[in-house]
């Protein structure tokens, strides 16, 4: 985000920063680096040098760097970069590392505290596609989201990551037509009581997707006499058993729209196709015009993929 103006501008420790309109240029950008949070720690004095080796570029000017945050031009001010640090997707319990830096480091970072919310959480990983079964279960025992516990027995753990791992190993192990063991569960869920209360949970949760046979329904394949039964049955169903069934169908239709817009993007880039091919055979004539378009197209092709723009569709 660049802005020409700050009517709110934040310095360190919570400091005002003066940024009146046309005197600066104000930029905020936001990053999720693979790295530790130690190793983060880089990204102010990479961003210091990455502004003094510009501006050396540009404008042929050497700034001084005044570490690590600010640049000066004889003796004035001319860059401040503030680094905020968030430790998401683990509560306070788990990063441990966080409050372990020492105060030099500390002094250079502003430290915000993190409380698990799965409402938030639960928000996100529907937009992500999470799997369903975790979806519901959460909704039902939200107490369930996060635990950190250290005690004698060892260190016991669930966490917003593993919820997200476990999500992805449930859709693999489904298209592989592979059994998901409470073992397995285990693996990604570090507490036995969630992990045993889970994959019960899911054991159930796929009894209902064969049981209500929801895909077939949303494809009008099943027999109207057998979907009456159906549905006689969901309503004689408890409340946990009806709300699961709810997201299923959810899921389903969400499965159904991600396979659609697929479909749809690949017409689009099917039509942008056909389009420069027109244009190409409307200014060639030769016999060999195919040829060239073809080889045309596998360059492009060629260079997306040595820069790693290309992508599964």
Request: aromatic share 10%.
């Amino acid at each position: 985000m660049v802005a020409m103006e700050q009517t709110a501008g934040r310095g360190r420790r919570g400091r005002g920063f003066y940024s009146p309109k046309g005197s600066g240029i104000y930029l905020s950008v936001i990053l999720e680096p693979d790295e530790t949070l130690e190793g983060s720690l880089l990204i102010t004095t990479a961003a210091a040098t990455a502004v003094y080796k510009a501006v050396k570029e540009v404008c042929g000017i050497e700034l001084g760097i005044k570490w690590v945050n600010d640049l000066y031009k004889d003796d004035r001010k001319v860059c401040g970069i503030l680094t905020e640090a968030v430790a998401a997707g683990n509560p306070p319990e788990y990063n441990k590392s966080v409050r372990e830096f020492d105060i030099v480091t500390l002094d250079r970072v502003r430290k915000l505290e993190i409380q698990a919310q799965t409402d938030v959480w639960l928000e996100y990983a529907g937009k992500r596609q999470v799997h369903g079964a975790i979806l519901s279960y959460l909704t039902l025992k939200k107490e369930n989201f996060y635990i950190v516990e250290n005690t004698v027995d060892g260190k016991f753990f669930v966490t917003a990551r593993g919820w997200e791992d476990l999500s992805e190993l449930l859709k693999s192990y489904e298209e592989l037509q592979v059994e998901v063991s409470e073992e397995i569960v285990g693996e990604f869920l570090q507490k036995e009581e969630i992990t045993r209360d889970f994959a019960a949970y899911y054991r159930l949760y796929e009894r209902y997707k064969t049981d209500y046979r929801v895909g077939e329904i949303l494809e009008e394949t099943v027999p109207q006499k057998e979907y009456r039964l159906i549905c006689e049955m969901a309503a004689r169903a408890q409340f946990e058993e009806r709300f699961t069934l709810t997201q299923l169908v959810m899921e389903a239709l969400d499965q159904q729209a991600a396979a659609f817009e697929k479909v749809d993007v690949r017409t689009v880039m099917l039509h942008q196709n056909l389009i420069q091919l027109k244009r190409f055979f409307q200014e060639q004539t030769c016999v060999d015009s195919m040829k060239e378009f073809l080889a045309e197209r596998r360059k492009a092709l060629d260079a997306k993929w040595k820069a790693e723009l290309l992508c599964t569709i």
